[in-house]
């Protein structure tokens, strides 16, 4: 089953050029390139600089996601921001994994199951959104937790498994050390997206393992892309074995 995997760091739905709020520019985008998961970073919800909207909620309603899931991982003085993920396929278990390396930030992976069938069989794809630290040792430490977390570490070396999200890999070094020793392939390569405006660094990124195969990726490409937050969104099709 072919499927299109979206990560974006939406910047709390405020642009990349004129800091204004504006969350209608987000869904345009993601309405676009129309995915059937989206990884989503930097979601606000109750926070007053977005109007105390529930982000995630919001997007949901706006774009036709039946199935959505919201991780809490900075807690500010009004409301939090964190993690998303959206489906059009039915999507359960959601958990998060703890990532934090005192005394940096609080992080988290966002992890869910999406439910897929072809009318014949039916197959679950493991999938996780994150957004990593800024320092270089942090990340190397948090995907390490990650990789030997059960919601990924227990699973069949088949089992479908796509990860997305800011992983500010500055120097690119993140996959070669960890994500290809752990199985995965990029999706995406050394694809810039930020600043959004002119991208100079690949910070975001899809990684898979098991029974799926790359069709095409790319970065978002329209003039919205490029103000509607401080990152490009990256799209993905990839082809899940399912029967």
């Given at each position: 089953m072919l499927m299109k995997f979206l990560t974006y760091n939406i910047h709390k739905g405020i642009g990349g050029v004129d800091r204004r709020y504006r969350l209608d520019r987000i869904v345009e985008v993601i309405r676009h390139y129309d995915p059937d998961v989206a990884f989503l970073q930097e979601v606000d919800d109750g926070v007053p600089r977005s109007r105390g909207d529930c982000q995630v909620a919001m997007l949901a309603e706006a774009l036709g996601y039946h199935w959505s899931a919201f991780q809490a991982n900075v807690r500010l003085r009004h409301g939090h921001y964190g993690n998303a993920i959206l489906s059009r396929y039915p999507m359960s278990n959601a958990c998060d994994v703890e990532l934090t390396v005192r005394p940096k930030k609080r992080r988290q992976a966002l992890v869910g199951h999406v439910r897929l069938?072809?009318?014949?069989?039916?197959?679950?794809?493991?999938?996780?959104?994150?957004?990593?630290?800024?320092?270089?040792?942090?990340?190397?430490?948090?995907?390490?937790?990650?990789?030997?977390?059960?919601?990924?570490?227990?699973?069949?070396?088949?089992?479908?498994?796509?990860?997305?999200?800011?992983?500010?890999?500055?120097?690119?070094?993140?996959?070669?050390?960890?994500?290809?020793?752990?199985?995965?392939?990029?999706?995406?390569?050394?694809?810039?997206?930020?600043?959004?405006?002119?991208?100079?660094?690949?910070?975001?990124?899809?990684?898979?393992?098991?029974?799926?195969?790359?069709?095409?990726?790319?970065?978002?490409?329209?003039?919205?892309?490029?103000?509607?937050?401080?990152?490009?969104?990256?799209?993905?099709?990839?082809?899940?074995?399912?029967?």
């Open positions: 069938s072809d009318g014949h069989a039916t197959r679950t794809v493991v999938v996780a959104s994150l957004h990593l630290g800024l320092a270089d040792f942090e990340r190397r430490m948090q995907l390490r937790r990650l990789l030997k977390h059960d919601t990924l570490a227990s699973h069949h070396a088949h089992t479908p498994v796509v990860v997305g999200g800011d992983f500010n890999d500055v120097w690119g070094r993140l996959g070669v050390k960890l994500m290809h020793p752990g199985g995965f392939n990029s999706a995406t390569g050394h694809v810039r997206t930020f600043p959004a405006r002119l991208p100079l660094r690949a910070l975001d990124a899809i990684y898979y393992r098991g029974d799926v195969t790359l069709h095409r990726a790319f970065a978002g490409h329209t003039d919205l892309c490029r103000v509607a937050s401080d990152h490009l969104p990256l799209v993905a099709h990839l082809e899940v074995q399912v029967g």
